[in-house]
C-alpha cells in the first residue's frame, strides 16, 4: 500500500518545476508530475525522480492538461487522486512568460489573456479544486501540519517590467491569490505559502541571459549569483516537511538578495 503523501506540481516537466518534483521525491512523497505538452521532457522528470526517491511506497505519474482549461483542470485532480490515491499537497508552479516582449504601449489583449489565463486563471481554479477536496476530507493529510498549497509568484510580483506588463499583473495577483487562500484555509488544516523566485537560471531566461549575467555581475542581485531550481525545490521541501508549524500566507523570497532596499 502506498502510504507516502501525494504532491501536485502543475509545469513539471522542466525548469522550476522538475526541481520541486525531484525535491518532493527525495522527502518521501508521490508526484503527480503535470506537464501541458512536452510528454518526453515531462518522462526524464518522472526518471529523476524514481531515481532520487526515498523509499519503494512512492510512485510517480505524468498528468497532462492545458491548465487555462476548465475541463483540463478538472482531469488533473481527478487523474493524480485516481492514480495515486490522494492529494496531499498543490505546487502552482506552472507558467509563462509574454511570447513577445512588448513595451507597455504595445501590449496586445491576446498576449494579456494568455499570459493572465496560464499564470493566474488556471492556479486559481486548480487550487479551488484541490480545496474542496481537502475540505470534504479534513484531518486526512499525511504531511506534517496538514495541507500545503503552494504558490510559485516571482519578484515580479512587485517589481515593475514595462516590457512584459502582464506577466507581472500575473505574478500580482497569484501573490494576492496565496493571501485569499491562506485566510480561506487557515482554520481548516492546510497551510498556504508563497515562494517568490529572483532570477533563475532557466530556459525560460535561457534567452536573456547575457544580459542578467551582466546586470548580476554588476550587483542586481547582492549575492552576484543565478538561482537554481533546486533553491526553489528546498524551499518547497521545508514547508513540506513541517518546518512553520505556526506560519501561512507566509512570502519566501528565494532570490539571492534581490529584495534588499539598497543605497
Known sequence: MNTSPVILVTGASRGL????????????????????????????????????????????ALVQGNLALSKDRIRMVEQTLATLGRLDGLVNNAGMAP??????????????DEVMSVNLKGPFFISQLAARHWLKHPNQSRLPGGY????????????????????????????????????RLADEGAQVFDIRPGIMETDMTAGVKEKYDKLIAEGLVPQKRWGKPEH????????????????????????????LRRL
Not at 41 to 47: H, P, V, Y
Not at 99 to 112: I, K, N, P
Not at 233 to 251: D, H, N, Q, R
Open 148 to 183: 500545503k498549497l503552494i504558490f510559485i509568484t516571482s519578484i515580479s510580483s512587485d517589481t515593475a517590467s514595462v516590457n512584459r506588463g502582464e506577466y507581472c499583473l500575473s505574478k500580482a495577483g497569484l501573490a494576492m491569490a496565496c493571501q485569499l487562500w491562506a485566510t
Open 232 to 259: 526553489v525545490g528546498l524551499a518547497v521541501e521545508a514547508i513540506l516537511k513541517g518546518y512553520f508549524p505556526y506560519s501561512t500566507g507566509e512570502v519566501i523570497t528565494v532570490d539571492g538578495g534581490f529584495h
Open 99 to 112: 511570447r513577445v516582449r512588448a513595451d507597455l504601449t504595445e501590449t496586445g489583449e491576446e498576449s494579456y
Open 17 to 60: 518545476g522538475r526541481g520541486i518534483a525531484q525535491s518532493c521525491a527525495r522527502i518521501g512523497c508521490s508526484v503527480a508530475i503535470h506537464y501541458q505538452g512536452n510528454e518526453t521532457a515531462a518522462q526524464e522528470t518522472k526518471q529523476l525522480c524514481e531515481k532520487e526517491a526515498a523509499g519503494s511506497q512512492q510512485n510517480f
